[in-house]
């Protein structure tokens, strides 16, 4: 048998005296696996959920321990794991007496087998004291019933506290309550000590009654409410006593707020507005017009440090308050993405004539600077650099930009250059300012000398469905290719879809796994053509989280056996439906209700009637002791238990519903969705927190607008039809936004029509449209909100330069090549003086990362993201407890990829000459024309010709 020896050397000295032991003490035990249960206790987690924990001298397995655990009286229970032992969880009701029996046999997971019967009584014990405030919320109104609900347990008497907070506090409540005292942020208006006459162990929910509590005053309110004999049960709760709803739209430099009333939505005309920073500095203070709006405006951009924070407006009796934080169009996946608008400094084009170089070659590189309206700046110095794959500056170099705002650049790289992705940056001197940066590749590789196309009978296909694909090959100096080998495969990968109209939802299984599946599908011979075809049937029994891409590849060999590959992707679609889960933004509370909005869509995104089975577990986390490998030491690793929650069947009408589900108590829950027939799968991963703080409260889903514009782009002056379609009829505000407010206006809105406008010079190269549409509530739903935006794009062709290039559609190699640039602008008038660049590049080389013709004009004209925030307190506004809820009162109440398309051949790049010419710093004549002549390597290939030409605010290719 196992031993433990155990030695004590002398000297050890005990706590009573200085003398230590003399002599060494030895023990030999020897080692036996026994297994005890040891100690219990009971606690509950929920009020549903008792657990019962028993330690245990060993590690058990619970599964193979439950079949001997008995309780009495017999009760539905769980087995599961828990730290030194085991827990049983079961509905034990308080004051129970239950009599837990373990039968002997049971084993551990060494081996050791319990001798005898374990029995123990166990009275359950009362539920803990709590109170709670079962509201996310934090403005309530009169008009739609001003009643708290109080949820209670076990606690007889409450105590109930009102703080009114001083106006000019609410700034420094809102940023610091968790450590400001309430006694320094206002004055206790209300103390009492109410009745809860329920009996023990009876959850029951309860109203406070806040126009008596405030006397109807209005204003800004810290509510407690606490066990009156044990002050450890309490909740408090931040509420906002008022009739004004606010609505905020921040940019870099102003804001604009639009006030209403939340009783009957009439605009407050005259209510004083204040914005604070979170340090409680007044930034802008005004007064509301005739239709509720206040503009504030600056003539510099607000401080990084000194931003608004909140916003206050006040009228003669009543104050309300808006706290900026959780911008509502970000959180609604409206397609608001792109750079920021330039309105001062500079930006660069960054244009290399390809995107990967061998190791002894020249790197060139053109830059062209802008600052704001697409003009040159001023000539300044700026800083060319070169970091390679292991971020270290290898090459830098200053150069002083020309007139036309152009820099070019050149490096010639080393023959030992690492392979792998360099950065070419283009700073200011001190190198800190980037203006742009591109990512280049250094490989050994040779030219392809082939071109490579597939076409695919269909690009969407679904599982045991035939999908055939055409390969068409030639050489790139013209001839066909053929007689060559191919091979081809195709690699089926998990994707999750993605439906416009349903951004704010997720879609598919995230707790499966799709391993990637390559399958060759065979080789063959092209015709003479450098024609071939073959086809694969998608497998049937394909199970992904959701959609599946495959990608085929077809490799083709030239006779010195260089592969040379191109690929297409098949979107491939397992199921015939399609399942969606969406949670409101922001923090879940054990006790209050959320709503899971549900969405059933068939393949075209469109919504399709089903029935769905709904799973909510809950997550335990158990730290098992184990070895991972045979032989290897023990150590922890982490098991994850499911305990079910909620099974359900829910029938989607028209392929939407909700399903509304109140967390027991604290910690990580996972959603499943599934549609029996298909099998299609959505999960959803969520914790509920306990509250910490007293700010608002997260953001529902908001009821969106949907905005059509009737042309893609417009030109200056043009007038714009924007329709939209609402999901109510109301009262809107309307405004065209950049990085500031181009234009805003009040708009009564049917449930669908038009607004027209005109575009002006302020909306280039975009502007966003955007709605908030609000309609006056009733006490059971609330005033109704609904949010829209969408781009509008500006025509910039007045800007664009248009290039032509005479030259040779052939010639031998070796020979000059005479060629011509021709520069005009869009009335076909000559530009003289324009900068111009030129290059000749092999369309293999181009192939190997996919090179695009540059377009400076759609870099510097590209999308701009919004940059104006849009905040309101219509998503926490509290609605009133319903009368039939009984107050509480003194009397109680009732109860790489990415680069390489082909694949690099890596043999010595000197034993292969390449065409790849690059001449910058061009200028065109007074009729707007560059001629010169290009010395050609010898290589025969076919190459692609650029010249880039741009001049002040203009720029063509």
Not at 66 to 91: L, N
Not at 517 to 525: I, K, N, S, V, Y
Not at 897 to 910: I, T, V, W
């Amino acid at each position: 048998e196992p031993v433990l020896s155990v030695e004590i050397l002398p000297g050890l000295t005990s706590e009573r005296g200085p003398l230590g032991l003399e002599d060494a003490y030895r023990k030999t035990l020897e080692a036996t696996y026994a297994f005890e249960i040891l100690g219990n206790w009971v606690y509950f987690e929920s009020p549903e959920s008792c657990v019962i924990t028993f330690n245990t001298s060993t590690p058990v397995d619970p599964e193979a321990l439950a079949p001997f655990i008995r309780v009495d009286p017999p009760s539905p229970f769980t087995v599961r794991r828990s730290y030194g032992g085991f827990a049983i969880v079961g509905p034990f009701l308080p004051r129970e007496r239950k009599v837990i029996t373990v039968k002997r046999g049971a084993q551990a997971k060494n081996g050791a087998k319990l001798l005898e019967d374990f029995t123990q009584a166990i009275i359950i014990p009362d539920l803990y004291p709590s109170v709670a405030f079962p509201v996310t919320g934090t403005y309530i109104t009169e008009a739609l019933g001003a009643r708290i609900p109080v949820t209670l347990l076990n606690v007889p008497k409450v105590r109930v506290l009102l703080w009114r907070l001083y106006d000019n506090n609410i700034p420094i409540a809102l940023a610091n309550l968790p450590q400001v005292p309430a006694e320094a942020l206002g004055e206790l208006v209300r103390e009492e000590t109410l009745f809860n006459d329920s009996p023990p162990n009876v959850p029951v929910r309860k109203a406070l009654d806040l126009v008596h509590l405030t006397g109807n005053r209005k204003g800004t309110y810290l509510l407690i409410a606490q066990d009156a004999s044990d002050e450890w049960a309490f909740a408090e709760h931040l509420v906002a006593f008022t009739d004004i709803g606010i609505v905020a739209k921040v940019f870099p430099q102003g804001i604009l707020v639009w006030a209403n009333s939340l009783r009957d939505g009439t605009p407050l005309v005259n209510a004083w507005v204040k914005v604070f920073s979170r340090t409680n500095q007044l930034l802008l203070e005004g007064t509301c017009d005739e239709e509720g709006l206040f503009l504030g405006t600056r003539d510099t951009p607000w401080d990084e440090k000194i931003r608004p924070y909140i916003v206050t407006v006040q009228t003669t009796d009543d104050l309300s308050f808006l706290v900026l934080e959780g911008e509502l169009f970000a959180v609604s996946g409206f397609d608001i993405t792109g750079r920021e608008y330039l309105r001062k400094g500079y930006e660069a084009f960054l244009y290399l004539p390809r995107g990967v170089f061998r190791p002894g070659e020249e790197l060139k590189a053109q830059a062209i600077v802008r600052g704001p309206e697409f003009l040159p700046p001023p000539a300044f110095p700026v800083r060319f650099a070169v970091r390679n794959p292991l971020g270290r500056e290898i090459a830098e170099e200053s150069t002083v930009l020309s007139p036309q705002g152009g820099a070019s650049f050149s490096l010639l790289l080393p023959e030992n250059a690492l392979t792998g992705a360099y950065v070419l940056s283009l700073t200011l001197p001190d190198g800190k300012t980037v203006l742009a940066e591109r990512q280049f590749l250094v490989e050994e590789f040779a030219p392809p000398r082939l071109r490579v196309n597939l076409q695919a009978s269909s690009l969407l296909a679904t599982t045991g469905e035939d999908v055939s694909v055409d390969i068409a090959s030639e050489y790139l100096f013209g001839r066909k290719a053929s007689g060559l080998p191919f091979t081809a495969q195709v690699v089926f990968e998990s994707t999750l879809p993605s439906f416009p109209d349903f951004a704010t939802y997720t879609f598919g299984n995230k707790e499966a796994t799709f391993p990637p599946l390559t399958l060759p599908l065979g080789e063959g011979m092209l015709n003479e053509e450098g024609r071939a075809s073959f086809s694969f049937t998608v497998p049937s029994d394909l199970r992904p989280p959701a959609l599946l891409t495959g990608k085929v590849t077809v490799t083709v060999s030239d006779p010195a056996g260089r592969p040379v590959s191109e690929s297409l992707n098949i979107l491939v679609s397992p199921y015939p439906v399609y399942l969606g889960v969406a949670l409101p933004e922001g923090e879940f509370e054990p006790g209050v209700p959320l709503t899971i909005a549900l969405v059933a869509l068939d393949r075209e995104g469109k919504p399709k009637e089903t029935g769905v089975n709904l799973r909510i577990f809950r997550i335990l986390r158990h730290f098992v002791l184990s070895a991972p490998e045979e032989g290897e030491s023990l150590r922890y690793r982490e098991e994850e238990e499911w305990v079910p929650e909620v099974e359900t069947f829910l029938s989607l009408a028209e392929g939407k519903g909700t399903y509304t589900f109140t967390p027991g108590t604290y910690g990580e829950y996972l959603l499943e969705v599934s549609e029996p027939q298909s099998l299609s799968t959505t999960t959803r991963r969520f914790f509920v927190f306990g509250r910490y703080g007293l700010a608002p409260q997260g953001e529902a889903l908001p009821d969106r607008l949907n905005l059509v514009l009737d042309k893609s782009r417009y030109r200056l002056g043009e007038e714009v039809t924007l329709r939209y379609r609402a999901p109510f009829a109301g009262k809107a505000l309307f405004t065209v936004e950049t990085d500031t407010i181009v234009s805003s206006s009040i708009v009564e809105l049917e449930e669908s029509g038009e607004i027209r406008f005109e575009v002006t010079e302020a909306m280039a190269p975009n502007a966003y449209c955007s709605l908030v549409l609000l309609k006056e509530g009733t006490p059971e739903e609330g005033p109704l909100r609904a949010l829209g935006v969408t781009p509008l794009f500006v025509d910039q062709e007045d800007h664009r330069l248009v290039v032509t290039i005479t030259t040779q559609t052939s010639a031998r190699p070796g020979e000059q090549l005479p060629c011509t640039v021709t520069v005009r602008d869009t009335h076909g008038n000559p530009v003289p003086g324009a900068e111009v660049t030129l290059s000749l590049v092999d369309v293999g080389i181009l192939a190997l990362t996919d090179e695009p013709v540059p377009d400076p004009l759609g870099f510097f004209s590209a999308k701009r993201r919004l940059g104006v925030g849009t905040f309101d307190l219509y998503s926490n506004l509290i609605l009133g407890e319903p009368s039939t809820t009984p107050l509480l009162h003194p009397a109680g109440g009732a109860p790489e990829e990415a680069f390489l398309k082909a694949q690099l051949s890596f043999l010595r790049p000197a034993l292969f000459e390449v065409l790849s010419l690059f001449v910058p710093g061009l200028v065109t004549d007074k009729e707007g024309k560059v001629t010169l002549e290009l010395a050609l390597p010898d290589v025969a290939t076919t190459a692609r010709m650029v010249a880039l030409a741009f001049k002040e605010d203009q720029f063509g290719s």
